[in-house]
């Protein structure tokens, strides 16, 4: 009997697994009619495909390291003796016929192959035959560059040249000893040597100033795309990775990282002081500039640095241009502390306390020198300033900032993730300091997600989903940056002071400019997906109405209750203030079951739902304490349900409460429903104007550079740059212009779909948007082509 059962389980096994080989050849002898629709069967065919070709890929790997023996690919009549790696589709040579071609094109990788097999060979390597061996010989390979006009005055020019001293020239492939070229005149016998006007104009920069190192710009333009793109690269991974290629190739291997890191920090301060001469300006946002919504201000504590004692002060190269000076930081703090009286401790809001709500501060460690680093970004993740954090984050930090961002623009929300603090204390201290009064002409706004963390009155009041004007502003920009500037961390914090300043404006530059190159097509397809929250929105607030039976006043009433009820701050040290422990029970029910609700949709690693299952937890032994208060004060007419018995009621009833009257947990998501409609309806408009910014500031710097080419074409010159400087600064300003009209005209194409009312968001391709597509907010506005500025 067990043998029949288990002759029926194999069977039925076997059953199964012939009808998945059935199914599987079916979606294989489907694939030319569905694999393009169907990424499963797409999948299964590559696999397929793969699995094949794996023997084959093995056999032809193998045979390319088979050795022939073969004809010359260019004379056709002595045998090969040398294979070039870049002269395909002939790289085949005989020694002949390899020292002509090469001795100019001594940047190839070659290898011999007389021993049998395949051996790489340095550029200073040819291949000579005596007594019919051939064998490696040693020869002097000049540096590629650009050949002099002329050296002399003679009228036949008849030059020869040789070999000059040696130099180690670096590039994408590795290190290559060179010699540099020397060209000498037959007739009268003068010289000429490259001097540094003609390396650069080869494509090289020099490593030192005798350039016994030169550097090939293309690699310096490569290391940087690496950092900005893997922001945890090293100098020195990069470098061994050039020493790896170089062995690779049977080349010597040493290259000096120092020298490298001078050689390209000089370069991009080259670039800067150019980018300087023709108006560009890295941090600065085309859609913020003259007037921008809001800016959020975050320390970053992970980017701090390791103190060296015995570096030698250097001066960094972009000192206050991103990052702040220390000593315009250190003076600000001491002005605003002597004219205050800063307290000690940290700043609570609700259950909470914050490490960032402090006045004052101590150094942390004396390990460290610099502790962090505080950034102020705009809402489209553009980063305008920083400061460095010598004794943790202190409220003067972004005071800092605030003041900084509001010499350029007019900003209208300024956000922090602890608000509620920090703008008491800004007051306090603009009603010392009467020339900090402007700022707080500003409006305050708490970063949305850190409203969670606070007070549910707090966030009422606070929270930048609840501030009239805002959009869908979330206030949180500044820690998707710090999430690209933690990995920066990685290296700058074994660095100089000056290399850590240089280092981290350049990722900062790079950043902005990923952000800059795609700014039109997020604000366009922000507002293209605004639209449908709207709709959704919307119709949720009317589901909602019909569920409760309610007017548009009465909801509106409902509003203005729950607002109410957050500004009534309660005293919650009284055990003997009903109208206090009503509020506080209020509070402490409702953030607990946001929390709950939250957990898993706002939160996804453990160590963070760890964290907020702790504060539950507190806050439900609050909660059990002050309905005990309550229950025993002699004016309570009906006793309180414990905290479980709250929690799990879906709407409890408050004995306070009127009768007939709706929960606050009820008006507090109508709250946030109607809310959430407002701010949808604002961020439409705030789109618009954005959108009109941008393309204005672009027709701005388009006429700026006209007018710029126009100055220097008449002559309009200074004394600073010789006249060869002042041509080339010619050409780069038109191919300035020219990339710049080019923009112009795609950012014109994308804006123009909002005026004749195309909005479909499949004209856009995925990588389009960059990294903005990262940024998950509820802030995207509807495609509205009445709303659209004309001048578009």
Not at 60 to 79: G, I, P
Not at 729 to 752: A, F, P
């Amino acid at each position: 009997m067990n043998e029949d059962c288990s002759d029926t389980r194999i069977n039925a096994q076997c059953a199964i697994d012939i009808q998945l080989h059935q199914l599987h050849d079916a979606l294989i002898s489907e694939k030319s009619m569905s694999a393009s629709h169907n990424w499963t069967v797409r999948k299964i065919v590559s696999e397929n495909h793969w699995m094949e070709a794996r023997q084959k890929l093995l056999d032809c790997s193998l045979a390319s390291d088979r050795v022939f023996s073969v004809s010359c690919d260019h004379c056709r009549v002595n045998a090969a003796v040398i294979r070039c790696k870049d002269c395909l589709p002939k790289p085949h040579y005989c020694d002949n016929c390899d020292v002509s071609t090469h001795q100019y094109l001594v940047l190839h990788n070659r290898e011999c192959f007389f021993y049998l097999f395949f051996k790489p060979i340095p550029p200073s390597n040819v291949i000579k035959n005596i007594n019919g061996q051939h064998t490696l010989c040693e020869q002097a390979c000049l540096l590629p560059i650009q050949q002099p006009q002329n050296i002399c005055s003679c009228v036949a020019q008849n030059m020869s040249v040789s070999a000059g001293r040696l130099v180690h020239l670096i590039n994408i492939n590795g290190r290559h000893d060179l010699s540099l070229p020397v060209w000498r005149c037959i007739t009268c016998h003068k010289t000429w040597t490259p001097e540094l006007q003609d390396l650069i104009q080869s494509g090289y920069w020099p490593g030192s100033f005798a350039f016994q190192t030169i550097y090939q710009i293309d690699l310096f333009t490569s290391f940087e795309q690496f950092k900005v793109t893997a922001p945890g690269l090293s100098r020195q991974a990069f470098v061994n990775m050039l020493e790896n290629r170089s062995r690779t190739f049977g080349r010597i291997d040493t290259i000096c990282g120092k020298t490298f890191q001078k050689a390209f920090l000089e370069w991009t301060y080259c670039r800067h002081e150019k980018e300087k001469l023709s108006g560009v300006d890295h941090f600065l946002c085309p859609a913020c500039v003259p007037d921008a919504v809001a800016v959020s201000a975050d320390g970053n504590r992970k980017l701090y640095r390791f103190n060296k004692a015995k570096e030698v002060e250097e001066q960094p190269f972009y000192e206050g241009i991103f990052i702040a000076k220390d000593e315009d930081v250190a003076a600000f703090v001491d002005f605003i502390q002597q004219n205050t009286n800063p307290v000690k401790g940290r700043g609570t809001c609700g259950q909470s306390t914050w490490a960032a709500a402090r006045e004052t501060s101590k150094k942390s460690s004396n390990k460290l020198d610099e502790e962090g680093l505080e950034v102020a970004v705009c809402r489209h993740n553009i980063l305008l300033k920083g400061l460095n954090m010598k004794r943790g984050e202190i409220f003067a930090s972004p005071m800092f900032l605030q003041n900084e961002v509001a010499t350029k623009t007019n900003c209208r929300f300024f956000c922090t993730d602890i608000m509620c603090r920090y703008w008491p204390y800004l007051q306090k201290v603009a009603q010392a300091v009467p020339r900090l009064q402007p700022l707080t002409e500003m409006k305050p706004f708490l970063s949305v997600m850190h409203a969670k963390g606070h007070s549910t009155s707090c966030e009422v009041q606070w929270s930048g989903k609840n501030q009239t004007g805002a959009g869908t502003t979330i206030g949180e920009e500044v820690e998707q940056v710090n999430s690209f500037l933690s990995r920066v961390a990685l290296t700058t914090k074994y660095m100089s002071k000056a290399a850590r300043v240089d280092m981290i404006t350049l990722h900062a530059k790079g950043w902005n400019e990923r952000k800059r190159k795609n700014l039109h097509i997020y604000l366009f397809k922000r507002y293209i997906k605004t639209g449908q929250k709207m709709k959704e929105a919307k119709e949720d607030v009317e589901a909602v109405q019909a569920v409760l039976a309610k007017s548009k006043i009465e909801l509106q009433q409902w509003v203005c209750d729950v607002k109410q009820w957050a500004t009534q701050v309660p005293d919650g040290s009284r055990t003997d203030d009903p109208v206090g422990l009503q509020h506080q029970i209020e509070g402490l029910y409702l953030g607990i079951q946001q929390k709950k609700r939250d957990l898993y949709w706002l939160t996804d690693r453990n160590k963070q739902r760890h964290k907020v299952r702790r504060r539950i937890v507190e806050e439900k032994k609050k909660l059990s304490d002050a309905i005990s208060k309550y229950n025993s004060l002699p004016t309570s007419t009906k006793a309180l349900n414990s905290a479980d018995d709250l929690l799990a009621a879906e709407t409890p009833i408050w004995p306070w409460e009127m009768v007939g009257d709706a929960s606050l947990a009820m008006k507090k998501k109508v709250f946030d429903k109607l809310m959430q409609v407002q701010r949808l309806e604002e961020e439409e408009a705030i789109l618009v104007e954005e959108m009109k910014r941008h393309w204005d500031h672009i027709c701005r710097r388009v006429k700026d550079l006209n007018d710029q080419t126009d100055a220097l074409s008449d002559g309009l010159t200074t004394k600073r740059l010789s006249e060869d400087a002042y041509c080339g600064l010619l050409c780069l300003l038109r191919k300035q212009l020219h990339d710049l009209k080019t923009e112009k005209q795609r950012v014109k194409e994308v804006y123009h779909r909002l005026v004749t009312g195309w909005d479909s968001l499949d004209v856009l391709e995925e990588d389009d948007c960059g990294d903005y597509e990262s940024m998950s907010t509820d802030s995207y506005e509807s495609a509205d082509e009445d709303s659209v500025d004309p001048h578009f």
